[in-house]
């Protein structure tokens, strides 16, 4: 039987989300009778999740005084999954085959949330923390580490033109970077509300599916940026900032596109063009985002297509919500983009769209798509498996970034 643990995904242990008072540190036991530790008083054996051959989960959890615990996936049909308990305390219950993902889950020990004790990953969302679980196959293949050449990832500081003052950015630099006096082209890639510059890091593992990507041929070898979104914030570690979107600036999910426009072409993209070893020509620049960060890279990049050649959004809402379909009037950002479909192909290497199949925003999506293509505007859309979450994003990362720099 294999464990989570033995396929080399990467995440960061960062804390722990809340201690049930009914739950028991799982510790591994010594050698004694099956199940069972071999002195008195010592932790019973717990191994979890563990993965089986078959791709179906077991969690394990040793809570002897709770009246109740359950296991909340983000799988279909993952929500409160009852375990049950042994003569030992062990609470487990065993799911039904998982398609391969990173998928994420928390316990519930008599109502208070907590992470899995026995699982030493943990990944942030934002202000959660959640427990990750990689099922290995061919659908998760790009997001498990193998023995290719790494890139790495460094967080620097860049003088912000918008908050006048520092702000960090994460920099991926591809395998060989170090070694060599090339120069590279340019991905800026924006999380969603409520993330930060350390979401695709943690969430979408961005970097293990580039490493994977580059080591195959798929992609071309290219920097990636991670800016922060939020421009009231230095960093996600800016504690004192207040990210409230009722008194932010117009714009989508309490965006200023004035605000994001003048920080990304003004502070972010010649601070990484002077600090990296970066290509400086439009064609090799391309900014994309998921959600509310598709909303910042349709707005910047297609207004400033002299500065992007490569456009890209994943699930973006600024297309239509819960009123309906909203037209999206890309002239008034972008004078003759509609009007002259012939100029605007040739500026555009890449025009980008994706979106869950079954996410709310997908019609709406869709009818965006048919409007430019009526107009005559060349558009890649794709639709993956899922609603609003991270694996579409994760499964668009890993079409778009091939579709580069070509």
């Known amino acids: 039987m294999r464990s989570s643990r033995g396929h080399g995904?990467?995440?960061?242990?960062?804390?722990?989300?809340?201690?049930?008072?009914?739950?028991?540190?799982?510790?591994?036991?010594?050698?004694?009778?099956?199940?069972?530790?071999?002195?008195r008083g010592a932790a019973v054996r717990v191994n979890s999740p563990e993965v089986l051959p078959d791709h179906r989960v077991t969690f394990r959890l040793r809570a002897p005084n709770a009246a109740a615990v359950l296991v909340n996936g983000d799988w279909p049909g993952g929500r409160g999954l009852r375990m049950t308990k042994d003569a030992a305390g062990v609470w487990s219950?065993?799911?039904?085959?998982?398609s391969p993902e990173i998928w994420s889950y928390t316990f519930s020990v008599d109502g208070v949330t907590m992470l899995d004790p026995g699982n030493y990953h943990a990944m942030r969302d934002g202000a959660r923390y959640l427990s990750p679980v990689l099922?290995?196959?061919?659908?998760?293949a790009l997001y498990q580490t193998h023995a290719v050449p790494h890139g790495a990832v460094s967080a620097v500081w860049y003088?912000?033109?918008?908050?006048?003052?520092?702000?960090?950015?994460?920099v991926y630099t591809p395998p060989g970077y170090e070694g060599t006096t090339a120069r590279y082209p340019t991905m800026y890639l924006f999380h969603g509300g409520s993330a930060d510059e350390e979401a695709w890091n943690l969430l979408g593992v961005?970097?293990?599916?580039?490493?994977?990507?580059i080591a195959q041929g798929k992609a071309k070898p290219m920097i990636v940026v991670l800016?922060?979104?939020?421009?009231?914030?230095?960093?996600?570690?800016?504690v004192g900032a207040a990210r409230s979107v009722a008194s932010a600036p117009a714009g989508g999910g309490g965006q200023s596109y004035e605000q994001a426009e003048e920080d990304i072409v003004k502070g972010i993209v010649p601070f990484v063009e002077k600090r990296f070893r970066a290509l400086t020509g439009r064609e090799d620049r391309a900014i994309a985002g998921l959600s509310m960060g598709g909303g910042i890279a349709i707005n910047v990049g297609?207004?400033?297509l002299d500065v992007f050649a490569s456009v890209g959004q994943f699930s973006s809402g600024m297309f239509g919500g819960v009123g309906g379909y909203a037209a999206y009037d890309i002239d008034k950002i972008s004078p003759g983009f509609l009007?002259?479909?012939?100029?605007?192909?040739?500026?555009?290497?890449?025009?980008?769209?994706?979106?869950?199949?079954?996410?709310?925003?997908?019609?709406?999506?869709?009818?965006?798509?048919?409007?430019?293509?009526?107009?005559?505007?060349?558009?890649?859309?794709?639709?993956?498996?899922?609603?609003?979450e991270w694996r579409v994003w994760r499964s668009s990362l890993a079409d778009f970034a091939p579709l580069l720099f070509r």
Not at 227 to 238: F, H, K, Q, S, T
């Open 9 to 39: 995904f990467q995440f960061a242990v960062l804390l722990v989300l809340g201690c049930a008072a009914h739950a028991e540190p799982q510790q591994p036991a010594a050698a004694g009778a099956a199940g069972t530790a071999g002195g």
């Open 93 to 98: 219950v065993t799911t039904e085959p998982l």
């Open 135 to 140: 099922i290995p196959g061919e659908g998760s």
């Open 159 to 170: 003088p912000s033109p918008v908050l006048k003052a520092e702000r960090r950015l994460l």
């Open 206 to 213: 961005f970097n293990v599916i580039m490493d994977n990507l």
């Open 227 to 238: 800016p922060n979104a939020y421009w009231n914030e230095a960093a996600v570690l800016d």
């Open 302 to 304: 297609l207004k400033r």
């Open 339 to 388: 009007k002259d479909s012939g100029a605007t192909n040739r500026k555009l290497k890449l025009l980008y769209f994706s979106c869950g199949a079954e996410d709310p925003r997908m019609p709406f999506q869709a009818k965006a798509a048919d409007d430019l293509r009526a107009h005559g505007v060349k558009l890649t859309f794709r639709s993956f498996p899922g609603a609003h």
